[in-house]
């Protein structure tokens, strides 16, 4: 089976995932190493990847220590996967990508001068935008992944309030109503 196909039925694939198999590591290690790359050729070819806007507001230094850590933690992860044989081919493609991101200049590629005035694509664009929207329903996942572990607890909690209010009022007004009443 080709890596192609292997990758359409990775994306197409739903359910658990087991711990022990690499699946996790390996998707996070290929994420990564796909960003790396569009990182370098973003470096590449500014004037044509990157939004103008965009380029007057990120520092190029940070950007390139993110890229190089990102492409420490996808070769580490795909490397580690490789040596421990779990999901091969997902790790030698992440592995593969990140060598030719490497052989492409990697975190020191040279950003000369370049005219502000050519079409752009808006790969930086693009790039920010996938990871904050990923960041934030990750963060909505994991806030439904709590609430579904506390709901027991906070059910409990809910019943024995409720139950304790509703008492606590009908000793309240109770005595309080009859006095109006009678009075």
Not at 10 to 17: A, K
Request: aromatic share 10%; net charge positive; proline share 5%.
């Amino acid at each position: 089976m080709d890596p192609l196909h292997k990758l359409n039925q990775l994306s197409e694939s739903h359910g658990e995932l087991r711990p022990g198999k690499g699946m996790v590591s390996g998707v996070i290690a290929l994420m990564l190493a796909v960003l790396c790359f569009l990182g370098v050729l973003a470096f590449h070819f500014p004037q044509y990847l990157t939004t103008p806007e965009l380029r007057k507001s990120y520092n190029v230094d940070v950007m390139r220590q993110l890229l190089y850590w990102a492409m420490v933690i996808a070769g580490g992860l795909s490397l580690f996967n490789v040596v421990r044989g779990r999901t091969l081919w997902l790790a030698l493609a992440s592995f593969t990508l990140i060598a030719l991101t490497a052989l492409l200049g990697g975190h020191k590629v040279p950003v000369n001068d370049f005219p502000d005035n050519t079409p752009y694509i808006g790969l930086d664009w693009f790039v920010l935008d996938l990871l904050g929207s990923s960041l934030i329903f990750i963060f909505i996942g994991l806030i439904e992944v709590i609430s579904i572990c506390i709901r027991p607890i906070a059910l409990a909690m809910r019943a024995n309030w409720v139950n304790r209010s509703c008492l606590k009022c009908a000793l309240d007004i109770l005595p309080r109503s009859a006095k109006l009443l009678f009075n």
